[in-house]
Antibody, heavy 120, light 110 residues
């Protein structure tokens, strides 16, 4: 079964750090771009970052650039998001997403999400 | 790129049609001829799921009661006959200009 499972969310104080992980099953992530998308409570979707299959091309949303870092370990079939200098407004569900090259890199597989709460 | 959607909320009688407009502040037409506009739906309590990609390509399993149209900066998603299973928030997403941006979402309920 093709799926993505995120982990690593939790409660963290403002200014703190957290590392999210996403493990894929049913396919090899090495063939795909991968992304992170988040959703603040009761709000819409916000695209955060993508990383190409080799890990050399990376882009970020302005809201997280310089604080968040996306990476991948193709051998472990995993995607990561290192989040530093966390702010209250980073509180959200974080989704790991597969961008399918066969669909012009549209996001066809989404994880169930992991909740990050930034609060003192 | 700013994405806007109208309406932001839509209440539909079962069996009736629904239409959602999405507009982008810049052209989403790439020189390769593709328009990089996707549609997603997020059903209550679920992760988002892909409906259409590159403007008009229907994702696997999406019923043909859903249709899309538009070009360049103006796009429309239509549901010919809304059913209870179609309740959710519909988002457009532009993937031509970095950073990618979603529309604010349109809530469809019965």
């Amino acid at each position: 079964q093709v799926q993505l499972v995120e982990s690593g969310g939790g409660l963290v104080k403002p200014g703190g750090s957290l590392r999210l992980s996403c493990t894929a099953s049913g396919f090899s992530i090495m063939d795909y771009y991968m992304s992170w998308v988040r959703q603040a409570p009761g709000k819409g979707l916000e695209w955060l970052s993508f990383i190409n299959s080799g890990g050399r091309t990376i882009h970020y949303a302005d809201s997280v650039r310089g604080r968040f870092s996306i990476s991948r370990d193709n051998a472990k079939n995993s995607l990561f998001l290192q989040m530093n200098s966390l702010r209250d407004e980073d509180t959200a569900i974080y989704y790991c997403v597969r961008d399918n090259y066969m669909l012009f890199d549209s996001s066809d597989i989404w994880g169930q999400g992991t909740m990050v709460t930034v609060s003192s | 790129v700013l994405m806007t959607q109208t309406p932001l909320s839509l209440s539909v009688t079962p069996g009736q049609p629904a239409s959602i407009s999405c507009k982008s502040s810049e052209s989403l037409l790439h020189r390769d001829g593709k328009t990089y506009l996707d549609w997603y739906v997020q059903k209550p309590g679920r992760s988002p799921q892909l409906l259409f990609y590159t403007l008009t390509s229907r994702f696997s399993g999406v019923p043909d009661k859903f249709s899309v149209s538009g070009s360049v900066t103006d796009f429309t998603l239509k549901i010919s006959r809304v059913e209870a299973e179609d309740v959710g928030v519909y988002y457009c997403l532009q993937r031509l200009h970095l950073p990618y941006t979603f529309g604010p979402g349109t809530t469809v309920d019965i």
